[in-house]
C-alpha cells in the first residue's frame, strides 16, 4: 500500500510570490493534515481537512490556505511568501473516522529567498 | 494554551540500555497520545500510540500514559545506535476533526 505522497519534494520561491504544495493521503484515509516544521518553532499544526472539510486550524495568518478535493487529495497554499515560511512542510494522514493515528509523508522543502 | 513539554536533550546512554523519554501536557482533554521518531532531513514515523492510562508495549518500545498526572512516556530497551534520533511526543484533542500539538522533540544519542 503506497503511504503518503508530496509533491514537490523541494521548491525555491522569492519573497511576495506564491506557492502550492500537493499530498496524496494512504489510500482509504479521508483525513489531511498539513504541519510547518522549522529548527526554532518544531513542528505546528496548520490545518487538518476531512470531506473536503476544513475541521481544523492552527494559529497562522490566513496567508496560509488549504483544501481537499472529493479523491481526499489535498493542497496547502501560501500566498506572499515571506523569508520566514522557509520551512518543511509535512503532511500527514489518517482514517480520520473515529481514529486519528497519522502517518507523514516525506515533506516539501520550502526555501524563501 | 495547549501545550505539549519534552526535555530537548541531548539524552545519551550506552548501547543496551534503557532510554527514558518524558512529555509532559497541559490540556486534561487530550485524548490520544503518541511517539514518533524523526532521523535527521526526514519526516517523523510513528512508533506507539497509546489513549488509556498504563503500559502499552510493542517489542522493545514501551509507551506509559497517566491521565492523572498529564505525562506520557517512552521505554526504549536494548537500545541500539540506530535508535539515535529525535522522538516526538504529540498529543491530539478530537474537537470535531482533531488537532495535534507536538513537543518539540528529545534528541537520543546511543553510544556504541
Known amino acids: 500500500k503506497a503511504g503518503v505522497t508530496q509533491t514537490p519534494r523541494y521548491l525555491i520561491k522569492t519573497r511576495g510570490q506564491q506557492v502550492t504544495l500537493s499530498c496524496s493521503p494512504i489510500?482509504?484515509?479521508?483525513?489531511v493534515s498539513w504541519y510547518q516544521q522549522t529548527p526554532g518553532q518544531g513542528l505546528q499544526f496548520l490545518f487538518e481537512y476531512f470531506s473536503e472539510t476544513q475541521r481544523n486550524k492552527g494559529n497562522f495568518p490566513g496567508r496560509f490556505s488549504g483544501r481537499q478535493f472529493s479523491n481526499s487529495r489535498s493542497e496547502m497554499n501560501v500566498s506572499t511568501l515571506e523569508l520566514g515560511d522557509s520551512a518543511l512542510y509535512l503532511c500527514a494522514s489518517s482514517l480520520g473516522q473515529g481514529e486519528d493515528i497519522q502517518y507523514f509523508g516525506a515533506g516539501t522543502r520550502l526555501s524563501v529567498l | 494554551q495547549k501545550e505539549v513539554e519534552q526535555n530537548s536533550g541531548p539524552l545519551s546512554v550506552p548501547e543496551g540500555a534503557i532510554a527514558s523519554l518524558n512529555c509532559t501536557y497541559s490540556?486534561?482533554?487530550?485524548?490520544?497520545f503518541f511517539w514518533y521518531r524523526q532521523y535527521s532531513g526526514k519526516s517523523p514515523e510513528l512508533i506507539m500510540f497509546?489513549?488509556?492510562?498504563g503500559d502499552k508495549e510493542d517489542g522493545r518500545f514501551t509507551a506509559q500514559l497517566n491521565k492523572a498526572s498529564q505525562y506520557v512516556s517512552l521505554l526504549i530497551r536494548d537500545s541500539q545506535p540506530s535508535d539515535s534520533a529525535t522522538y516526538l511526543c504529540a498529543v491530539n484533542w478530537r474537537t470535531g476533526g482533531f488537532k495535534t500539538i507536538f513537543g518539540a522533540g528529545t534528541r537520543l544519542f546511543v553510544k556504541a
Open positions: 497509546i489513549y488509556s492510562n
Open positions: 489510500s482509504g484515509h479521508r483525513s
Open positions: 490540556d486534561r482533554g487530550s485524548q490520544s
